[in-house]
């Protein structure tokens, strides 16, 4: 079955322009979890989403980040201005359950690039 | 903030060696400990998992060993393969309701042949 996908892999921007992050979970899974991924480093929470609603932000770096899940699928990240710092992997998670802890199924990554 | 460690950083092995790789915590409130494979290009994906109740886990080649007193856990690969070279990362979950990952920094596995 289709895994959870994520669009696109590569993204290079020009500090201060904005991007957006696009992830399709597995269908009918109902959390959903954003992760940064720096450079030879472990993933780090930015936030999580039951359906559509987000209940955990506080792993957003700054309030430049943005993310949404309207109809509780298809989640888009989106960072307002771009800076450097901001150059990572992004990561989509998707689990079956909402509440416990459930095996997270990740895509692949965004790769963004900000010059 | 670094609440789960781990080492080494990378690792070289020869092919049917059994690398071990380290993970400490500091915060209790953690109560399940998943541990990723990841390849180039690819997300993490889960390996194998173990609860605080249980000091040891294995599935196939692939064991963890927990001690919930020191706060530590590891993850040995017995008779390892050029095919397991890879980043593992160790995770804990706990203290929120919905399964949030606190991952390590990762270790690089290379299996030589």
């Known amino acids: 079955g289709a895994g959870v996908s994520q669009s696109p892999r590569y993204k290079v921007a020009k500090r201060g322009q904005d991007v957006a992050l696009r992830c399709d979970p597995i269908?009918?899974?109902?959390?959903l979890f954003w992760y940064q991924q720096a450079l030879g480093q472990g993933p780090e929470f930015l936030t999580y989403?039951?359906?559509?609603?987000?209940?955990?932000k506080s792993g957003l770096p700054s309030d430049r980040f943005f993310a949404e899940r309207p109809e509780g699928s298809v989640s888009t990240l989106k960072i307002q201005r771009t800076q450097q710092e901001d150059s990572a992997v992004y990561l989509c998670?998707?689990?079956?359950?909402?509440?416990?802890?459930?095996?997270?199924?990740f895509g692949p990554g965004t790769r963004l690039t900000v010059l | 903030q670094q609440q789960v460690k781990q080492s080494p950083q990378s690792l070289i092995v020869q092919k049917g060696g059994i690398p071990i790789i380290n993970c400490a915590y500091e915060?209790?409130?953690?109560?399940?400990f998943p541990w990723y494979q990841q390849f180039p290009g690819k997300g993490p994906a889960l390996l194998i998992a173990?609860?605080?109740?249980?000091s040891e886990k294995k599935e196939g080649r692939f064991t963890i060993s927990f001690n919930k007193s020191a706060k530590q856990f590891s993850l040995h690969i017995m008779d390892s393969q050029p095919g397991d070279s890879a980043t593992y990362f160790c995770?804990?979950?706990?203290?929120?309701?919905?399964?949030?990952?606190?991952f390590g920094q990762g270790t690089i596995l290379t299996v030589h042949p």
């Open positions: 998670a998707s689990s079956f359950r909402g509440p416990g802890a459930d095996t997270q199924y």
């Open positions: 269908s009918g899974h109902v959390s």
């Open positions: 989403f039951q359906n559509e609603a987000q209940l955990d």
């Open positions: 915060n209790t409130a953690f109560d399940y």
């Open positions: 173990i609860r605080p109740d249980v």
């Open positions: 995770a804990a979950v706990g203290g929120t309701s919905y399964g949030k990952l606190t």
